[in-house]
C-alpha cells in the first residue's frame, strides 16, 4: 500500500520561497503519476501541478504556472514542489497525491488519485 507523506511547509512572507517534499513509502512511485493540491479555507481543493510517470512531462494550473516547479527524485522516492515568488493567495494545506499511470502524461483532477497524504500547510503572510 503505497503511503505519501508531505513536508516542507510553514510560514513565510510574501516574495520568498519554500520547497515542499513528498515522500513515498510501501511502494516504489516510478509507476505513479504523482500530483500537487491545494485547498484553501472555504475554497475547493485545487490541483495545481502533476509529473508524469515516463519523461517527467509536467503540468501547472494558470494560478501557479511560471512560480512553482514540480520535480521527482525515483531513487529517493520524493516528490518535490519548488514554490517562488509566494503570495498570499498561496495560503493553504498543500497535498501530494498519486495514480498509477505508466505513460508521459498526467492530470490535475482530483478525482483520478487514488493515494494522498496528509496535507502540509504553507502561510504566506507579512
Known amino acids: 500500500q503505497l503511503q505519501l507523506v508531505e513536508s516542507g511547509g510553514g510560514l513565510v512572507q510574501p516574495g520568498r520561497s519554500l520547497r515542499l517534499t513528498c515522500a513515498a513509502s510501501?511502494?516504489?512511485?516510478?509507476?505513479?503519476?504523482i500530483g500537487w493540491f491545494r485547498q484553501a479555507p472555504g475554497k475547493e481543493r485545487e490541483g495545481i501541478s502533476c509529473?508524469?510517470?515516463?519523461?517527467?512531462?509536467?503540468n501547472y494550473a494558470d494560478s501557479v504556472k511560471g512560480r512553482f516547479t514540480i520535480d521527482r527524485d525515483n531513487a529517493k522516492n520524493t516528490v518535490y514542489l519548488q514554490m517562488n515568488s509566494l503570495k498570499p493567495e498561496d495560503t493553504a494545506v498543500y497535498y501530494c497525491?498519486?495514480?498509477?499511470?505508466?505513460?508521459?502524461?498526467?492530470?490535475?483532477?482530483?478525482?483520478?488519485?487514488?493515494?494522498w497524504g496528509q496535507g502540509t500547510q504553507v502561510t504566506v503572510s507579512s
Open positions: 497525491a498519486a495514480y498509477r499511470r505508466w505513460d508521459a502524461t498526467c492530470l490535475t483532477v482530483s478525482g483520478v488519485y487514488d493515494y
Open positions: 510501501g511502494s516504489t512511485l516510478h509507476y505513479y503519476a
Open positions: 509529473i508524469s510517470s515516463i519523461g517527467g512531462s509536467t
